[in-house]
Nanobody
Framework: QVQLVESGGGLVQAGGSLRLSCAASRNIFAINAMGWYHQAPGKQRELVALIRHDGTTNYADSVKGRFTISRDNAQNTVNLQMNGLKPEDTGVYYC????????????WGQGTQVTVSS
């Protein structure tokens, strides 16, 4: 089982920025995608941003133009630059990876708290 280690959460005022980082505990063979999910208090976990091995990305409509996902394939790391933060961005952010020859494996990080004050 691959462990994902997240860092970079914290408390920030609305309009501020944070950068989340996630590193795999070991080299992952055949990564299909890495990304970030957001779980607001009392709500389901939702996709924020995803980046595939070929570099293509997907973003939730709510973060387009504000968040940018990037990755280092060689280091098996993924980052999420969050600008223009809003109170509704508050919640736990989970790192995610899908890997294996046919994407048959998944791993999740333990989550990092982001709190945006108004």
């Amino acid at each position: 089982q691959v462990q994902l280690v997240e860092s970079g959460g914290g408390l920030v005022q609305a309009g501020g920025s944070l950068r989340l980082s996630c590193a795999a505990s070991r080299n992952i063979f055949a990564i299909n995608a890495m990304g970030w999910y957001h779980q607001a208090p009392g709500k389901q976990r939702e996709l924020v941003a995803l980046i595939r091995h070929d570099g293509t990305t997907n973003y939730a409509d709510s973060v387009k133009g504000r968040f940018t996902i990037s990755r280092d394939n060689a280091q098996n790391t993924v980052n999420l630059q969050m600008n223009g933060l809003k109170p509704e961005d508050t919640g736990v952010y989970y790192c995610y990876t899908k890997y294996g020859m046919i994407g048959e494996y998944e791993s999740w990080g333990q989550g990092t708290q982001v709190t945006v004050s108004s």
